[in-house]
């Protein structure tokens, strides 16, 4: 019987280092080995087995007791931690959400503002060169206009030239011109088939004029050559005519060429405009999925340490728990082993 006391006392003392370790709160109200000693004393002075049995169910109804408070500050503090951990899981969840959806956003939106930027320098491109083109159009039907204004010059030059040849042969034809007025006009006429390159419709009526004081009748040598001039001068219309027509079909193709540089210039300048704006938006959205990707980190980040703090603290709760509810049942070991002990003596001292 005493060395099966002095295990108890082992036990005892082992719970008590436990119990040290983590501490409960007992309030002073109890203590296993005060219990020990108080039934040790009670079987050595041969009290009633009952009384033995009322130290000991006292005790065990504080620990139940104890525990049971235990139990109760435990499940609320499994509850908060359940809650705590769940609302945190869900707000790292959410983060991760926020966060995967702003990198897909901010990734279109890059590749999109890349092959953006590209077609929009294309596309400055292809508009410098339309209006390259529509200044080479301008400066071309300028130069061609100044050249058309300078034929009309010459071609008018020329017309006034072979009626004042045609008034000259009217005048030789009675004898009221003379030699000099010949040669001034016959340089004229010269002058006049070089300028307008018709050499030849004019190398016949420059001969006739040039040879009609040698002609014996020379009234019906300037009636031939007045014939010449009239011809000349006919000729000579018809190629200002065609001049100007193939002037006013020039200027026709030359508006119709520069009309069509001009609508691709305004589609080009309504497409930079376009794509402008579309580079934009995409950066002020790269901007904005840049932020909100940057606070989901953030928000993660934080979420995630408060998670792992308090699935550390919530652990501590439960090894807290266990530990304590151990010691607890250790306690309750002891006691039935103190009521066993305190029922056999009681069987011996009969």
């Known amino acids: 019987m005493k060395i099966a006391f002095t295990i108890l006392v082992v036990l005892a003392i ?159 034809a009675k004898g009221q011109a003379s030699l ?25 009526a420059i001969g006739a004029l040039a040879q009609i004081t040698q002609e014996e009748d020379s009234t019906s040598a300037a009636e031939r050559l007045v014939q010449l001039l009239q011809t000349l001068r006919s000729n000579v219309e018809e190629a200002w005519a065609s001049y100007t027509a193939e002037n006013t079909t020039a200027l026709g193709l030359f508006s119709q060429q520069k009309d069509l540089y001009l609508a691709s210039q305004t589609r080009l300048d309504e497409a930079k405009t376009h794509l402008s704006s579309k ?20 928000k993660r980040s934080r979420n995630q340490t408060l998670w792992d703090d308090a699935a550390d603290l919530c652990h501590s709760f439960d090894v807290e728990y266990e530990t304590v509810t151990a010691g607890r049942r250790q306690e309750l070991v002891l006691v039935n082993e103190l009521e066993r002990l305190a029922e056999r003596r009681a069987a011996e001292q009969q």
Do not use: W
């Open 14 to 172: 082992s719970n008590a280092t436990m119990m040290s370790k983590h501490p409960l709160q007992y309030g002073g109200k109890r203590s296993i080995m005060n219990i020990m000693v108080e039934v040790e004393n009670k079987i050595k002075a041969h009290s009633p087995l009952d009384s033995i049995k009322g130290v000991l169910n006292s005790f065990k109804s504080a620990v139940a007791e104890e525990q049971s408070g235990h139990d109760d500050v435990y499940n609320a503090q499994k509850t908060e931690c359940d809650s705590e951990i769940a609302y945190r899981r869900a707000e790292v969840e959410d983060a991760n959400g926020t966060l995967k959806i702003a990198n897909g956003i901010l990734k279109t939106s890059t590749i999109l503002l890349k092959k953006t930027q590209a077609t929009l320098g294309e596309t400055e491109n292809i508009l410098n060169t339309v209006s390259l083109h529509i200044t080479l159009i301008n400066d071309a039907r300028k130069e061609d206009t100044q050249s058309y204004n300078r034929g009309a010059v010459t071609f008018n030059d020329a017309i006034n030239a072979i009626d004042d040849s045609i008034d000259l042969a009217t005048a030789l």
């Open 180 to 204: 000099v007025q010949v040669a001034e006009m016959t340089t004229k006429l010269m002058k006049s088939a070089i300028a307008t390159k018709m050499n030849k419709a004019f190398m016949q």
């Open 279 to 298: 580079a934009e938006n995409l950066q002020g959205t790269i901007s904005t999925q840049t932020a909100v990707a940057q606070a989901a980190t953030n």
